[in-house]
């Protein structure tokens, strides 16, 4: 597929996904994100690849859903096509690890992807919000459950009432992000985690991803024992063992992913 509005590259087993349609601050159109959704399910079926990280420019790395495509829909046009849910909604269904590097603008849609990831490293020119509100909508691809998931009710309705934006810092205190770094160093700091990620035994890394995030879906004795049996069958993988005898031999291992 020829992509027109990201930019797919890949460094070493690394894939980046660059978010490119800079005159409508890489607003979620749903060709966009039809082709992110292609590109992570490429990434998916490519066993090279151990990580992925989305991004976009330094001014915006989404400045929401496309409010120009949407305006004119109404209850059943948005209804039938449901685009949210099979196309802006694909990135929280991929199984690898996806990083979010993060700079400028990461409003409503935008926001919701980055959250979409399994961790946001932003620059410090960050800015995150929710302001559907302003609109006269509120967040319609996640935002309303996974910001509150992330910071907590008080913060989430702060941000999704008032329609306010948060800055790098204050999105790292609330737990929203898991890094702030200064903008040049942004890529090379995702780069960095996603490589080491993409090291590891890959159905190990997916397997911890999926557990983690099991923990926002089940109570707590259900989670644990989810952990417990999948911590139980990592001892059938050829990558349990050879981990394992790498610590003790002092040596670095070296993945099969079996
Ligand atoms: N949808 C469509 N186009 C958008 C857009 C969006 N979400 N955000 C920005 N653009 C377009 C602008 O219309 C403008 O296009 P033109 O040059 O053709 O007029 C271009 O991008 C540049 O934008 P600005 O001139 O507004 O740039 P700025 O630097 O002055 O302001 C901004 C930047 C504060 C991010 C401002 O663009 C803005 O407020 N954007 C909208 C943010 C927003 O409301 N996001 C939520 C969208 S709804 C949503 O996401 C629903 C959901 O949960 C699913």
């Given at each position: 597929?020829?992509?027109?509005?990201?930019?797919?590259?890949?460094?070493?087993?690394?894939?980046?996904?660059?978010?490119?349609?800079?005159?409508?601050?890489?607003?979620?159109?749903?060709?966009?994100?039809?082709?992110?959704?292609?590109?992570?399910?490429?990434?998916?079926?490519?066993?090279?690849?151990?990580?992925?990280?989305?991004?976009?420019?330094?001014?915006?790395?989404?400045?929401?859903?496309?409010?120009?495509?949407?305006?004119?829909?109404?209850?059943?046009?948005?209804?039938?096509?449901?685009?949210?849910?099979?196309?802006?909604?694909?990135?929280?269904?991929?199984?690898?690890?996806?990083?979010?590097?993060?700079?400028?603008?990461?409003?409503?849609?935008?926001?919701?992807?980055?959250?979409?990831?399994?961790?946001?490293?932003?620059?410090?020119?960050?800015?995150?919000?929710?302001?559907?509100?302003?609109?006269?909508?509120?967040?319609?691809?996640?935002?309303?459950?996974r910001l509150t998931r992330a910071i907590g009710k008080?913060?989430?309705?702060?941000?999704?009432?008032?329609?306010?934006?948060?800055?790098?810092?204050?999105?790292?205190?609330?737990?929203?992000?898991?890094?702030?770094?200064?903008?040049?160093?942004?890529?090379?700091?995702?780069?960095?985690?996603?490589?080491?990620?993409?090291?590891?035994?890959?159905?190990?890394?997916?397997?911890?991803?999926?557990?983690?995030?099991?923990?926002?879906?089940?109570?707590?004795?259900?989670?644990?024992?989810?952990?417990?049996?999948?911590?139980?069958?990592?001892?059938?993988?050829?990558?349990?063992?050879?981990?394992?005898?790498?610590?003790?031999?002092?040596?670095?291992?070296?993945?099969?992913?079996?």
């Amino acid at each position: 597929m020829k992509y027109d509005m990201i930019e797919v590259t890949q460094e070493g087993a690394v894939k980046t996904i660059r978010l490119d349609r800079p005159k409508a601050l890489n607003a979620l159109c749903t060709p966009m994100m039809k082709e992110i959704a292609h590109a992570l399910s490429t990434a998916q079926d490519d066993s090279s690849i151990g990580c992925v990280i989305l991004t976009g420019s330094e001014k915006a790395f989404a400045a929401g859903a496309d409010i120009k495509e949407m305006q004119d829909n109404n209850y059943i046009s948005i209804y039938k096509s449901d685009d949210f849910a099979n196309y802006h909604d694909a990135p929280s269904r991929f199984r690898k690890p996806l990083i979010a590097a993060v700079s400028g603008y990461a409003l409503g849609g935008g926001c919701e992807l980055a959250m979409m990831c399994d961790f946001i490293i932003a620059s410090e020119t960050a800015k995150f919000g929710q302001p559907e509100i302003n609109l006269a909508v509120m967040p319609g691809i996640g935002g309303t459950q996974r910001l509150t998931r992330a910071i907590g009710k008080s913060k989430a309705m702060d941000m999704c009432l008032t329609g306010r934006m948060m800055d790098a810092d204050e999105a790292e205190r609330a737990g929203l992000v898991s890094r702030v770094v200064p903008q040049d160093e942004l890529m090379p700091t995702a780069l960095d985690a996603a490589s080491k990620i993409a090291a590891q035994s890959q159905p190990i890394a997916m397997m911890t991803k999926e557990t983690l995030n099991a923990a926002f879906e089940m109570p707590l004795a259900q989670g644990l024992k989810f952990e417990r049996r999948l911590f139980q069958s990592m001892f059938t993988t050829e990558d349990q063992k050879e981990g394992m005898s790498a610590f003790v031999e002092k040596r670095t291992p070296h993945f099969k992913n079996k």
